[in-house]
Structures are given as C-alpha cells and as structure tokens.
C-alpha cells in the first residue's frame, strides 16, 4: 500500500534561510509524487510534480523538490525564503499512469517564516 | 471565475441535521473527489468518482453519501451529522489524460463545517 510521511509537523525558518520541508513514500510502484500548499483560508495548489521523469523538478515561486528512489524520498526545498511562503505544504503519492487518480496524502507541514 | 467552486464556505449545524455540500467545476473533468481535512491528519478521501456512473468509497466514507448530478456538479451528504465530522471539506477533480496533466487535481477553496 502506498503512503506518505512528512517529518516535522511545523518547521519554522528566518527570512532568508533554506526552507526544507521533508517527505519519504512508500510505494510498491513507481510512484507520481507532488508537492501542494495550503495558504490560509485557501484550497490546495499544485507546487510541483514528480512524473518519472527528471529527477530534480522545479515548480512554482522558486520551490523544487528532488526525487531519490534510493532514500524514497521527495524533499521540498527553497535557497531563500520569503514572509509569502507561509503556509500549509503537503507531499502526495498516487500510482501514476492516470490509473486511478486517487491521491494519499501526508499529514502536512507548517511553515513559518519570522522575519 | 474559480474552476471549482464549493457552496456553502462556511456551516454550522446541529447534530442529527441533514447537511449538503456542493461542488461545480468549469474544467471539463470527469473525475472528482471529496475529502475532509483534520488538523494533523492531512486530507483523507471520502468518495470519488470517474464519471456520472461511477462513483467509489474512499478511506472514510461512512456516515457520508454522494451524489454525481453532471459531469460538473459532485455533492456531499451527510445524512444525520454528528460532531466528529466537524472538519473541512474539499472537492477536487483531476483530468483522466496523458501527459503531464495527469492526477493532477485541482482543489476548491473548501467549505468549513461545523457540528454542535
């Protein structure tokens, strides 16, 4: 069974620092991977995706999350973060393939920008 | 305009009461999806649907009932509300295709519901 586990439930970050916002999956398949945040009093947004193709995927507002299939892992990363980057950020694994579009989803995480 | 819409944005009801949200998307998909929000726990999917005639439980559909009007209207039922489905609810829907817009799913702004 596929699943997704987001370390840290808030991370809290200097404006201007790295942001890294952590996911490890597990799936029995070669996996879609994405990256959504949650601003407040918003819906989701898509961040980025993983669709096995290159490994490192760059997506919007200078996010990019790299795919390591040794680590099964999928990292979200910013080199510099800004006051607008506050939010809700979650990490979601479906089988891919357009097989049954259902998404799970890890518990989320945090982020806090102080300035 | 917003390419899915969810009605109300915010409830609040009394335990027992018969509540309905309502979801419209202008994408064009035919996939959908309903799922509740706790803190802590992520999104947790309740019912999806790949078209009209095809509707399917997910992780957490008890207490819950769908409804697949159209293509573009996806409703949620809770038939006697209770309050530990106090949570926030989102509607979603997804393109079925190839190519990089596959499983993609694109989120409503989300209706807040709450049981007293």
């Known amino acids: 069974a596929q699943s997704v586990t987001q370390l840290g439930s808030h991370v809290s970050v200097s404006e201007g620092a790295l942001v890294l916002l952590r996911c490890n999956y597990s799936?029995?398949?070669?996996?879609?991977l994405f990256w959504y945040v949650q601003y407040p009093n918003q819906g989701l947004q898509l961040l980025l995706k993983?669709?096995?193709?290159?490994?490192l995927v760059k997506g919007i507002n200078g996010f990019e999350a790299e795919f390591k299939k040794s680590e099964t892992s999928f990292h979200l990363t910013k080199p510099s973060a800004h006051m607008s980057d506050a939010a809700e950020y979650f990490c979601?694994?479906?089988?891919?393939?357009?097989?049954?579009?259902?998404?799970?989803f890890g518990q989320g995480t945090t982020l806090q920008v102080k300035p | 305009d917003a390419d899915v819409t969810q009605t109300p944005r915010n409830r609040i009801t009394k335990t027992g009461k018969r509540i309905m949200l309502e979801c419209s998307q202008t994408?064009?998909?035919?996939?959908m999806y309903w799922y509740r929000q706790d803190p802590g726990l992520g999104l947790q999917l309740i019912y999806y649907?790949?078209?009209?005639?095809?509707?399917n439980k997910g992780e957490i559909s008890d207490g819950y009932s769908v409804s697949r009007q159209a293509q573009a209207k996806f409703s949620l039922s809770l038939e006697s509300a209770i309050p530990n489905q106090t949570a926030l609810y989102f509607c979603?829907?997804?393109?079925?295709?190839?190519?990089?817009?596959?499983?993609?799913?694109?989120f409503g702004p989300g209706t807040r519901l709450t049981v007293l």
């Open positions: 979603a829907t997804s393109d079925p295709g190839t190519g990089v817009s596959t499983d993609t799913q694109y």
């Open positions: 799936s029995s398949v070669p996996p879609y």
């Open positions: 993983y669709t096995s193709a290159a490994t």
């Open positions: 979601a694994v479906s089988l891919g393939s357009g097989n049954t579009g259902k998404l799970i």
């Open positions: 994408k064009g998909h035919d996939r």
């Open positions: 649907s790949f078209d009209v005639k095809d509707i």
